[in-house]
């Protein structure tokens, strides 16, 4: 069986992720900074393992506390300002990809929303997926 690569790439194709097999976990995060970071209602990203993640090209990175107070690193293209990937204190040894920068409206939906007391109202959650009201 092939295994599974894909492509995460910024607004202006400069920065770039490509990731090996599936990823660990899915998820959506709609704590403020999220929010925030994002410009939408939460974050999409993906957790793959730090091996199997190579990314190519320039990238500016912003360390932060997260909504938990734990650090988030934030990476994203000094061009177009689009966040690629993060690394996260609550996440050891994993790159976590923003889903959208794979262009695949196929990809799996997040398995676990993280903040949701602070979600949009109008928003809904996947069936299935588990729900946490904080992090």
Not at 1 to 12: F, P, Q
Not at 13 to 41: I, W
Not at 51 to 67: I, K, L
Request: hydrophobic residues 40%.
């Amino acid at each position: 069986m092939k295994e599974i690569s894909r492509t995460a790439r910024c607004g202006c194709g400069a920065l770039t992720a490509t990731v090996a097999g599936e990823p660990k976990l899915v998820y959506a995060c709609a704590c403020l900074r999220c929010q925030q970071k994002s410009g939408s209602a939460f974050a999409y990203s993906a957790a793959f393992p730090q091996d199997a993640v190579t990314t190519s090209g320039a990238f500016t990175t912003w360390r932060h506390p997260g909504g938990s107070g734990r650090w988030v690193e934030v990476n994203f293209c000094p061009t177009c300002g689009t966040t690629v990937f993060s690394r996260g204190e609550i996440f050891p040894n994993m790159i976590l990809i923003a889903v959208g920068c794979f262009g695949d409206p196929d990809f799996a939906p997040p398995q676990r929303v993280f903040w949701a007391s602070r979600h949009h109202r109008w928003m809904t959650f996947p069936d299935g997926a588990e729900i946490m009201d904080t992090q």
